[in-house]
């Protein structure tokens, strides 16, 4: 009957709903003379807490308005202390309780006393486990909100109904840890985040190394130094040797390796740098890591490419096993030339491409160049906007133009010169953003591969489209053949569906366990971390108070 009178009373207001009870209990006949059953006051109180909020009326409504957190219910308490203690363990996700949004004071359970305030409890700890739940599983911040270039499509949240289902029918600690990603990396991430706790708790990994190299052979107060920090980071054994002996040198190695950097086992000033890195930057680093981890908490694809843009990597990931690889050069690190942060699906490739100049670099290089000298540029051709060739010296390249009043096109016939080479993977998006061959193949021998105007540079890029057109039953070489022959670009359709993701990780887990680390290229993971770091509202001290007196 409660249930039967919140439907038919669920657009009226509170007060409006007590006056019609009150006018119920006038005219009601004496006990036993009408079956009816009228809600109870705390059924009532609720009723009025969760109008309008579909999700929890429909899980409210099937309970017949009994709570799931309040009560002398010891499944209640169960689940209330299993949810108290999840929020206090939210520093071991990389989060605060500052995910909540709102604040909740929690010495509201021990003095609700009254129906109204129960009721409200009630509600305002469900809504506190949804927003929870929902931050836990897909992350606490909107990317796109952080920054423009971070353009990610994060999991949309689990159901508010299944939520509180699942956590009502359920082992309540069980079905909490379940809501995180369950991936091996977010496991190891939370790992790395509790060691480095542990060693900044200690007081760090030693002294500053002040040489900016040490090679082996060498001995003396910086090369302790160096032994030092590399034991506390765990790369080497105990030890009192002041010599930079082999063990140092494999050491030093094993750590380049990690960090993306020559593994010479020199102890050179970019790998002293590195080395020098405080643990609470790393720290923060893992703490970023693991809300790109919830942004990404989803499948994938059965294979997909991969481009994580701070590593200078692509890869082709089929059933979670790497089946291709190769460097990359990235945007270059000025805001108007980075490469953004997105997903989206390849559709063709294109072979013996033609480069379609982008008005930003006619604008910001060629015409600058051709102003200096109108011969410059050679292989670059002129057309208008109806697509018809135009001569050079009929362009005034004195004039100031924008992208609005540009009107003209550029263009690049294929050949050895062209900057998207020989071939190019596209994957239409908002972006324009590309993968391509390039002609410049020194920079892929560079640690540092930030060079680009924000398409990403394959340095094994023939391989790679002889690769998926495999997959696809076609022979790269003899299309390159054809396409060479009509002196021409030739499109490839795809049939197949391969996701394209364009990532941004600073640290990430290598399939054999390591952490990975590189250098925060564009400066994004300082705002993503400043965007996680707010100053709690949260009372997380009377949270801990009440937990701590439950326990006695």
């Known amino acids: 009957m409660a249930s039967q009178l919140y439907r038919t009373c669920k ?11 009150v006018a119920l209990f006038m005219v009601i006949p004496a006990k036993g003379s009408l079956d009816i059953d009228l809600p109870t006051p705390f059924e009532l109180a609720l009723i009025t807490e969760i109008k309008g909020d579909s999700s929890t009326e429909k899980f409210y409504v099937e309970r017949n308005f009994e709570p799931i957190w309040l009560g002398e219910d010891e499944q209640n308490q169960k689940r209330l202390n299993a949810f108290i203690r999840a929020i206090e363990n939210l520093d071991s996700h990389g989060l605060t309780t500052d995910i909540f949004e709102t604040q909740f004071d929690w010495d509201r359970i021990y003095f609700a006393n009254d129906f109204e305030n ?36 994060k999991l949309a949240p689990l159901p508010p109904y299944y939520l509180l289902k699942g956590i009502a029918e359920n082992n309540p600690e069980t079905f909490l840890l379940q809501l995180a990603p369950q991936n091996d990396e977010y496991t190891v991430l939370r790992k790395t985040l509790y060691r480095l706790n542990k060693v900044i708790e200690s007081g760090g990994w030693g002294e500053e190394i002040l040489a900016s190299e040490l090679l082996p052979g060498q ?69 970023v890591a693991l809300e790109r981890n919830r942004w990404m908490n989803r499948s994938l694809g059965p294979w997909y490419v991969i481009v994580n843009i701070p590593e200078f990597t692509a890869r082709f990931i089929e059933q979670g096993e790497v089946k291709f690889e190769t460097g990359v050069v990235v945007g270059k690190s000025k805001e108007n030339l980075q490469t953004p942060e997105f997903s989206d699906e390849m ?36 057309f208008d906007r109806e697509g018809n060739s135009i001569d050079r010296t009929e362009i005034n390249f004195s004039r100031g133009y924008s992208k609005r009043s540009l009107n003209f096109t550029a263009r690049q016939l294929p050949g050895p010169t062209n900057p998207v080479g020989g071939v190019k993977f596209m994957f239409p998006n908002s972006h324009n953003i590309y993968l391509h061959d390039s002609p410049i193949r020194n920079l892929f021998d560079r640690e540092y591969r930030a060079y680009s105007h924000g398409c990403i540079r394959l340095k094994k890029a023939h391989d790679f489209a002889r690769f998926l057109l495999t997959m696809e039953g076609l022979d790269y070489d003899k299309l390159v053949t054809r396409s060479k022959e009509l002196n021409g670009e030739q ?62």
Not at 351 to 366: D, G, K, T
């Open 11 to 21: 657009f009226i207001s509170s007060i409006a709903i007590q006056t019609v009870l």
């Open 118 to 153: 129960i009721a409200s409890t009630e509600i305002q700890i469900t809504r506190l486990f949804l927003r929870y739940a929902k931050v836990i599983n897909s992350g606490y911040l909107k990317p796109s909100e952080v920054s423009e270039l971070i353009d990610v499509d």
């Open 219 to 287: 001995e003396g107060s910086e090369v302790i130094k160096l032994r030092n920090r590399l034991i506390r980071m765990g790369y080497l054994p105990r030890n009192t040797s002041a010599d930079y002996n082999l063990e140092l040198k494999n050491a030093v190695q094993l750590f380049q390796l990690d960090h993306g950097l020559t593994p010479n086992g020199f102890a050179n000033y970019n790998t002293i740098e590195a080395i020098n890195v405080l643990p609470e930057t790393k720290l923060e680093s893992v703490i």
């Open 347 to 382: 559709e063709y490739i294109v072979i013996n491409p033609i480069w379609h100049v982008p008005a930003s670099i006619i604008i910001e290089e060629i015409i600058p160049s051709l102003k200096r000298n109108l011969e410059s540029e050679p292989f670059i051709a002129f």
């Open 491 to 552: 499109q490839v359709q795809l049939t197949l569906n391969i996701p394209v993701h364009i990532t941004y990780r600073t640290v990430w887990v290598t399939s054999d366990g390591r952490v990975n680390y590189r250098k925060d290229l564009y400066e994004r993971d300082k705002l993503v971390y400043h965007a996680l770091t707010r100053n709690p509202i949260f009372d997380l001290y009377n949270l801990q108070n009440y937990y701590s007196e439950l326990q006695h």
